[in-house]
Antibody, heavy 114, light 107 residues
Framework: QVQLQQSGAELAKPGSSVKISCKASGYTFTSYYISWIKQTTGQGLEYIGYINTGSGGTNYNEKFKGKATLTVDKSSSTAFMQLSSLTPDDSAVYYC???????WGQGVMVTVSS | DIQMTQSPSLLSASVGDRVTINCKASQNINKYLNWYQQKLGEAPKLLIYNTNNLQTGIPSRFSGSGSGTDYTLTISSLQPEDFGTYFCFQHNSWPWTFGGGTKLELK
């Protein structure tokens, strides 16, 4: 069955960066792009962008350009999202998803605090 | 950005009820509309994709309809496991956007 296994929770200081992983299994990795979604209590669900797992091409929501960087390692069927220059507003649960949301990872809670 | 307005934001219902949740887009989204269910502490789960296509493994009591800017999720006979929060999501126009959610609670 399709599984997207994300890395563990992160506690980071303001101004630092974190890199979250999303390891896919149960399907042909390069047949679907990987989406990334942010969820907060206040802002709800926000679509960050996606990466073409075959070409590595990316498409970002303008709001997250400069904040999120999406990469992929085809050899390990793993997608990554790096979040940089962290502020408390980046505290959220971050999900990866297959395609436009067919299957989701379990989510990673990122907490930004000094 | 396309705004997705869900209604109601809170819905109280009983087991066996027929329930409808609405999603209105600020522009035509050409039926590129998904519905998700989320339970507390879990990731969203896809129920319906592209307006009216039931995801594999989802019970047939869930159905979707709509076109243009107006879309509906219907649960024909509410079951105890159906309580949670429901989101719509448009993937027609960039950036893709979610509705604000409808919390379905037990009356």
């Amino acid at each position: 069955q399709v599984q997207l296994q994300q890395s563990g929770a992160e506690l980071a200081k303001p101004g630092s960066s974190v890199k979250i992983s999303c390891k896919a299994s149960g399907y042909t990795f390069t047949s679907y792009y990987i989406s990334w979604i942010k969820q907060t209590t206040g802002q709800g669900l926000e679509y960050i962008g996606y990466i073409n797992t075959g070409s590595g091409g990316t498409n970002y929501n303008e709001k997250f350009k400069g904040k999120a960087t999406l990469t992929v390692d085809k050899s390990s069927s793993t997608a990554f999202m790096q979040l940089s220059s962290l502020t408390p507003d980046d505290s959220a649960v971050y999900y990866c998803a297959r395609g436009s949301g067919y299957d989701w990872g379990q989510g990673v809670m990122v907490t930004v605090s000094s | 950005d396309i705004q997705m307005t869900q209604s109601p934001s809170l819905l109280s219902a009983s087991v066996g009820d027929r329930v409808t949740i609405n999603c209105k887009a600020s522009q035509n989204i050409n039926k590129y509309l998904n519905w998700y269910q989320q339970k507390l502490g879990e990731a969203p789960k896809l129920l319906i994709y592209n307006t009216n296509n039931l995801q594999t493994g989802i019970p047939s009591r869930f159905s979707g309809s709509g076109s243009g800017t107006d879309y509906t999720l219907t649960i024909s006979s509410l079951q105890p496991e159906d309580f949670g929060t429901y989101f719509c999501f448009q993937h027609n126009s960039w950036p893709w956007t979610f509705g604000g959610g409808t919390k379905l609670e037990l009356k």
